[in-house]
DNA sequence: AGAGGTGGTTACCGATCGGATACTCACTAC
DNA sequence: GTAGTGAGTATCCGATCGGTAACCACCTCT
């Protein structure tokens, strides 16, 4: 199992674009992702996610825990250490998951051309009666 | 067509227990759902989301045009009507929305049971200290 | 002229979310 | 006994979300 890299979700768009989410909060589906290949510390998770401080990181994994996605256990020898893994549940939703990504793939572009054309020309919806018409 | 039910909606579980969200806002997926038969008026979709005050229902077209995924269109004679409409991108989403719902009817149990049990066992993680072990 | 319907808007409000920053506790290695 | 590491907490804060309540412009029907 390689290592995360931690340019592992540079590319991604910021997810208030993201019109699909999953499982609760912002950053969730992302450490779904980093979990597809295997049990990870919370140090691990940190290294792609270097964006998320650690309580929002934290917050995120206590409510996938929540909802049965994702098990956490801990070692305390030699040193601490806490991993974390998915669930057969947690697992499950990588195929919705892929579907979704699938989705986006094929019609990012179209959604965010939308965007860009609703804000060059502002639907000036409610102002007519400010002429003489 | 049919027209929509007011029960239409309120059998599903309150969305804030979803686990997966598409597309924006809280209600935006009931929306597309609505219009996956044809086109619609404001006042049909007030009906099965009759627990959706005007504000929100607006905002959450608004935004679902803003993103291509809904045309609206005004006419103003004989009276006023406004139609809203799936655009190709908006019947695009509905093929992951698909996924997502047949995910949701094969595991939402065993997501409701973790929950309650996780409720039931709070994990009392750091309050071991107290103790004088 | 007044009632009613259609498709909204505005102002306000509390709860929640996510982020910034700083701090902590247990443990190990030196 | 001091420094470092791992896995978090605590506190505060601003922005956003969703909801309530009230209001509005336009049209048609009677």
């Known amino acids: 199992?390689?290592?995360?890299?931690?340019?592992?979700?540079d590319e991604l768009c910021p997810s208030t674009?993201?019109?699909?989410?999953?499982?609760?909060?912002?950053?969730?589906?992302?450490?779904?992702?980093?979990?597809?290949?295997?049990?990870?510390r919370y140090s691990e998770l940190r290294v792609p996610l270097h964006?998320?401080?650690?309580?929002?990181?934290?917050?995120?994994?206590?409510s996938l825990e929540r909802d049965g996605f994702v098990r956490r256990t801990e070692y305390a020898v030699p040193v601490r250490r806490v991993v974390y893994e998915l669930t057969p549940l947690g697992h499950s939703m990588l195929e919705p998951m892929r579907v979704?990504?699938?989705?986006?793939?094929?019609?990012?572009?179209?959604?965010?051309?939308?965007?860009?054309?609703?804000?060059?020309?502002p639907t000036d919806r409610y102002t007519r009666h400010h002429g003489n018409g």
Chains 1, 2 share one sequence.
């Not at 199992?1 to 979700?9: C, G, N, Q």
């Not at 964006?51 to 995120?60: D, H």
């Not at 094929?106 to 060059?120: F, G, N, P, Q, V």
């Open 100 to 121: 979704a990504c699938e989705w986006a793939a094929d019609h990012w572009d179209e959604l965010l051309d939308a965007r860009e054309l609703s804000l060059a020309n």
């Open 1 to 9: 199992m390689e290592s995360l890299r931690p340019d592992m979700f």
């Open 51 to 62: 964006r998320v401080t650690p309580k929002v990181l934290t917050q995120s994994l206590r």
């Open 17 to 40: 674009l993201n019109p699909i989410r999953f499982a609760g909060d912002k950053w969730a589906p992302l450490v779904i992702r980093c979990l597809e290949d295997g049990p990870r």
